[in-house]
């Protein structure tokens, strides 16, 4: 009996995958075994289960089951084995076959994995010949009953668990005359074979005669008339609404549209009024392809980058926070829209020559420290008033423009070299000393020769020369860069190269001042 406890609570254990007895599969084959227990004038053996295995008595079956409706069967059973006890009054046992004709009601519909159920019924219950105890061998059932359960294996094996209680119309099969008649009990499990295969064309669950939409897509839930579901009624199929649990229009795929755009309302960013399909149901009033929501100058065409506002000069800062609306193309601006301005002096960085150092307007932003009218990053004197012409320094006196010129053509060689005569030095000290005055000012040193010798000889000795006296006045602490040596040779004479006196004058150096 244990065993048999036990073997039924596995069996209910099992994951069930299959459908039930259905009316195309109407007919049901099966096989059971199990044990029986007897009550009656001896005692009751009923669900005792501290009986040993040889006290045990077994039985089989065949069961044949008809399909009536989703919750009624007709089953045929039939079943042979041993029925007795054994007790302190006597013991008894015979051999039986049963034919039971029950009606059974499942609890559960066809589509159910796992299917309860009770049945009742009569029949009839044939025992071996015992003279002994009576001579009659037919015993009547009615009624018998019980319960069971159906587990599923696969679409046509289907697991069976059941006890059946039978009343019998005999009070001494055993025996012995009791108050009330002889009552035995089976405890069998077995295996049945569903037969029948369902027409589905669309494989819905939903046989062929009973579906009235038989060309349902495959893995589609469907109901009773094998029709796919519509929670929300609104004439579009779960599986192809979107919205499946509101009612909405076909061409929306089942989805409601409150402002009518043609936008779902699941879509639409802007529900409760009409816009584009293409800014997602929302409204754009100056057509500037962004959104009214989106657009922070909703009445005005602007751009995407300035969030749909307008920018009239074009320097990346919208009309609506610019400050200096009308900054002139490639002006770098700030955050207010206008150009900057780094030392604050009026004058925009793109227009000042001197963007970090403030000064008037007239001089392009730039400063003049000794107000000459020359800006200090043109002014080669910026700390001392000068002209333009000289480049903001003052110009050279007269005097000592003269006594230069004078100083040129006190400056002597030895004859035939580039070599200083002593007498020139004291000139060349003083040109020194007025170079150190004017301190901007530049000196071009230019060489002569008369015409004896050949050309080259003689351009090459008036450009020594002319070196020999920048090399001297580099001495004299003035910058080589303000001084500049030019020998020319015999090219520019200035008197006659025939005569003692004419070349005498050729042989020259000439000095010029400039800026």
């Known amino acids: 009996m244990k065993k048999l406890l036990l073997l039924s609570c596995i069996c209910i254990a099992f994951t069930l995958v299959t459908n039930a007895q259905t009316e195309d599969q109407k007919w049901n084959i099966g096989l059971n075994a199990g ?9 009751n053996d009923f669900y005792k289960t501290n009986l040993s295995m040889n006290d045990l008595n077994y039985m089989g079956g065949l069961s044949f089951s008809r399909y009536l409706t989703s919750h009624f069967d007709l089953s045929l059973n039939l079943s042979k084995g041993k029925v007795g006890f054994k007790g302190s009054k006597g013991s008894f046992s015979s051999g039986f076959t049963t034919a039971l004709l029950d009606f059974r009601f499942n609890l559960m519909g066809p589509k159910s994995f796992v299917r309860p159920y009770v049945f009742v019924g009569g029949g009839g219950m044939l025992f071996d010949k015992n003279l002994a105890i009576s001579s009659k061998t037919i015993d009547y059932i009615a009624p018998d ?35 009330s008649n002889d009552a035995y009990l089976f405890h069998t ?33 469907v109901d009773k008339k094998g ?21 909405g229009s076909m061409a929306l795929h089942g989805c409601p549209d409150k402002d ?6 699941k879509d639409d960013r802007c529900p409760d009024v009409a816009g584009l399909k293409s800014l997602q149901g929302c409204p754009d009033r100056d057509g500037d392809g962004i959104a009214d929501i989106d ?67 007239s001089l392009k932003g730039c400063p003049d420290t000794d107000g000459d009218g020359v800006p200090d990053i043109d002014d080669r004197c910026p700390t001392v008033k000068g002209t333009m012409a000289n480049k903001g320094c003052p110009e050279i006196s007269k005097e000592s423009l003269k006594r230069i010129t004078e100083i040129g053509s006190k400056v002597y060689f030895e004859n035939n070299s580039d070599k200083l005569k002593v007498a020139s030095l004291v000139q060349l ?36 020369r002319t070196e020999a006296v920048k090399t001297y006045l580099m001495g004299k602490g003035i910058m080589e860069s303000r001084l500049t040596a030019t020998g020319y040779g015999p090219s520019k004479p200035i008197a006659d190269n025939k005569t003692a006196i004419g070349r005498a004058k050729n042989r020259r150096v000439e000095l010029r001042t400039s800026y």
Request: one cysteine or more; aromatic letters at 6%; glycine letters at 12%.
């Open 260 to 265: 009518g755009d043609g936008v779902a309302d």
């Open 35 to 43: 044990i029986t227990q007897f009550n009656g004038g001896l005692g």
């Open 429 to 464: 000290d003083e040109l020194a000393t007025i170079l150190q005055k004017y301190e901007t000012a530049n000196l071009m040193i230019d060489g002569y020769t008369d015409s004896r010798g050949g050309d080259v000889m003689n351009m090459t000795l008036s450009q020594k």
């Open 227 to 247: 029709c796919p579901l519509d929670m929300d009624n609104d004439g579009v199929p779960d599986y192809l609404d979107s919205c499946p649990n509101v009612s």
């Open 189 to 221: 499990v077995g295996v049945s074979f569903n037969f029948g295969k369902m027409k589905d064309a669309d494989n819905d669950g939903i046989s062929d005669n009973k579906d009235k939409c038989p060309n349902t897509p495959t893995g589609v839930l």
């Open 295 to 361: 657009d922070r100058c909703p009445d005005v065409a602007g751009s995407v980058s300035l969030k749909g506002c307008p920018d009239t000069d074009g320097d990346g800062v919208a009309d609506i926070d610019d400050q200096c609306p009308n900054t002139k193309p490639g002006y770098k601006v700030d955050a207010k829209g206008c150009p900057f301005d780094n030392d604050n002096d009026g004058v925009v960085n793109e227009e000042d020559r001197c963007p970090n150092q403030a000064g008037p307007a």
């Open 145 to 179: 009953g019980g319960i069971g359960i159906n587990l599923r294996l696969s679409p046509f094996v289907v697991f069976n668990v059941q006890e059946t209680f039978l009343y019998s119309n005999n009070n001494k099969r055993d025996g012995v005359v009791a108050s």
